[in-house]
Each structure stands twice: as C-alpha cells, then as structure tokens.
C-alpha cells in the first residue's frame, strides 16, 4: 500500500524554530494543503470541492484553495464575509449549514451566494423570503456509528420526507436542484459513502417520479487523515467511491466539502514543557499550550493528538499532560506513556490542522498561538525539508 507522504518537521527543524520564535509556535506547510487538494481532485476526478473552512480558516489556507481553483462551504455570515473581504466570488460558495441566521442570509443575499442546503420545511420559507429562486439541496440523514464525529445526530431530514422537502422548496420558488449528505467526520471505510451513494439513487428516482429532475449531489465531508489507531488506505476508498458515481450518477454534478482532510495534515505543534509535578504518585507535565488553545480539538473533536519528545530512553513512564491556563478542566490527556520530560523540552505535534487552532480560544489571556508558514521560514533559516509517511 502506498501512503500518502505528509509535513512532519524534523528534530533539527523543531529545535531552530523554537530558538528563532516562541513557544507554542504552529507551523503550516502551504504545500501540503496543494497536496491534500491534489490528492483528492487526482482519486475523485468528476467532483467539484468546496474547502469547509471551518476546519481551519487561515487566511493563507483560503488564499492557497482559492488560487488553486477551489470553491468554499461556508457557515456563517462571517465565514460569507471573509471570503468576500479576499474577493472571492458568491459563486464559489455553498452556505451547507442547514440551519441559517438572518445574519447569513444576509450575507448570502450581499455577496451572492446563491447556493445553499436545508433539511426542514422552516428552512424553505426562510431560503424562500431572503434568498428568491436559491439552488437548494436537501440534506438527508444517514445513520453511521462508526464516524469519528457523527454529524447526523444533528442535522439531516429522515429520508422518506427528502421529495416531499425538495417539492416544498420548488413549490417556493426555489432551485430544488439536488441532495445532500455527511457521513461523518473521519471516515475510514468505504461502506458509510456507499450506503449514503445507494440512498441517494433511491432518492434521484423517487424525485424523477415525483417529476422533479434533480442534477446535483453533494457527497460532503468525511475524508480521513492518518490517525494513532486505525489503518487505512484512502486511495482505496476513493477508488470505490468514485466507480459507484460514474456507475450511478454518470450525468449528476457531484460536490464535496472536505474540511479535516485538506488542513490536518497541514499543520504541526512545537510546544514546551513548562512545569513538572508529582501528584499522588503520578507525573503531571504542563505545556505552554492546551485546551483552550489548539488542543481545544480534544474536546470540540475528540481527537487524540500524537506527541513526539525526540528524546531517547530505554524507560517510559505514564504521565498526565496538561495545558497552561489555571482552570482544571484544562487537561488534555492522562496516562499517556512518555519518556521522562524536563522544563524546557519541546514536543512536536504532528497532523494538528483540523479543528484546532480553528476553536482556540484566548481565555486566561494567552493569545491564539502564532502560525508561521513553513515554506517561507525554511527558506529564511534554510531547514531541510520535512515529510513523514506515517502518523
Ligand atoms: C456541512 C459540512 N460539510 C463539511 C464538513 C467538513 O467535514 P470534514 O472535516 O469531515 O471533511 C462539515 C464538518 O463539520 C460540515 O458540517
């Protein structure tokens, strides 16, 4: 199986930076995310993407996926805003929050964005009176435990009320143009896209006899990252993917919104030991970085980040790692086996894009931790190049 390479930096790199910048220092590789985006454009060739930028909305990672070529699902009136603050036309944008504020329709109505997705009735009056003759897509529910985060827990109408919905939207004059759907949030199998892919053909037939001609379907999000505990092979699942749309959906546009998948890879961690205790018998490391900071994707993402000390030792102790605020929630992970840390050690965390910065938070007064691009400051301190094949 041949994996994809990603940014890891190397010891040497983690070491420069931190003497050149403070700790905690985020380090983002703009090529990696022209990668990502190339990744997928290669194993989903027919589909159009639109970068769900609330996995990570820095403002290079937008420029970088704008000047590639890609389109944005946006949530919010802000997310409209910033998008057209750098000039990116509404009609690369998909407001894909089925629940919408007056605030975004707003927005949407500003900066011409003319597509948008619902999954109730409240919703098609509200697209209807802000947003006149909107392309819509309904989104359906699809039921898949095996999601990392399971979004349809929240959002999705029960598929036997998708063609009433979408003759609803048309009977309001909007573009009843297609559906929706997201299996999840770092899918590792195939099946979750193939059973969504089967509901959706029953439902393109249903609507055909209904007498509503639907031409879009929007596969959304899901696309994994390489991850401590599981193995899989993406190349794989694409390829099954993309045979099941070319033998059902030959004539349909197909849309998707990676977000995780894009970024994740994308970004590193370098943060510093800044204290050490003995509590009760166990090891207690606090880092200069924590849960209200990037590690904030422990809680909002239940993501289970990798540490590398770089340190070398025949014994590894359990420790517990907490982050810098005063607050006792702020501990991101218990019993994880480390070599002994000293103050003033550094660790790296690899694959720390998505959903991470993204919900950092300023509380106790730590700022957001910077983010330095990796390709302009290789240049500047001429650090060697920084690739890992494996989590
Ligand atoms: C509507 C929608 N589209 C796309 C995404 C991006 O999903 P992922 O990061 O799993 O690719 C999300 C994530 O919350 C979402 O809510």
Redesign the pocket.
């Known amino acids: 199986m041949k994996r994809q390479p990603f940014f890891q930096l190397t010891q040497s790199a983690v070491e420069q930076l931190a003497a050149n910048f403070d700790t905690p220092l985020l380090v983002l590789s703009l090529d990696q995310i022209e990668r990502n985006y190339r990744f997928l454009k290669t194993n989903l060739p027919r589909v159009k993407f639109y970068y769900?930028m609330?996995?990570n909305p820095d403002m290079r990672i937008l420029e970088k996926m704008a000047e590639m070529g890609a389109s944005f699902?946006v949530?919010s009136d802000g997310e409209i805003k910033t998008l057209a603050g750098l000039g990116i036309d509404g009609e690369r944008m998909i407001y894909?929050?089925p629940i919408k504020t007056t605030a975004g329709l707003k927005a949407c109505a500003y900066a011409g964005v003319n597509k948008m997705t619902f999954d109730n009735i409240a919703e098609v009056e509200k697209m209807a009176k802000a947003c006149p003759g909107a392309t819509v897509l309904l989104r359906f529910r699809i039921d898949n435990s095996s999601a990392h985060v399971d979004?349809n827990k929240k959002f999705g109408a029960a598929r036997q009320d998708a063609v009433g919905l979408l003759k609803a939207a048309k009977d309001a004059g909007l573009d009843a143009a297609g559906i929706c759907f997201?299996v999840g949030?770092?899918v590792m199998f195939a099946d979750p896209y193939l059973q969504a892919l089967d509901i959706s053909r029953e439902i393109f037939e249903e609507a055909k006899a209904a007498g509503l001609n639907l031409r879009i379907l929007d596969i959304?999000?899901?696309?994994p990252i390489p991850e401590l505990k599981v193995n899989f092979n993406l190349q794989e699942i694409l390829g099954q993917v993309n045979a099941r749309l070319e033998e059902d959906f030959a004539n349909v546009e197909i849309w998707a919104?990676?977000?995780?998948?894009i970024c994740g890879t994308a970004m590193n961690l370098i943060t510093s030991v800044i204290g050490v205790n003995e509590r009760n018998g166990q090891t207690w490391y606090f880092l200069d970085d924590g849960l209200y900071g990037t590690f904030s994707g422990v809680i909002f993402d239940q993501w289970d980040y990798k540490l590398i000390s770089f340190k070398e030792g025949d014994e590894e102790i359990e420790a517990t790692f907490a982050g810098p605020s005063c607050d006792s929630l702020d501990i991101m992970f218990r019993g994880r086996m480390t070599v002994p840390l000293e103050v003033g050690d550094l660790l790296l965390v690899p694959a720390c894009g998505?959903y991470s910065s993204a919900s950092a938070t300023v509380f106790n007064g730590f700022r957001k931790t910077q983010i330095v691009v990796w390709e302009d400051v290789k240049a500047e301190f001429g650090l060697k190049d920084a690739l890992a094949t494996a989590v």
Do not use: M, T, V
């Open positions: 769900a609330k996995a699902d949530a894909a929050n979004l997201h949030s770092q959304g999000g899901g696309f919104e990676p977000g995780r998948f998505a």
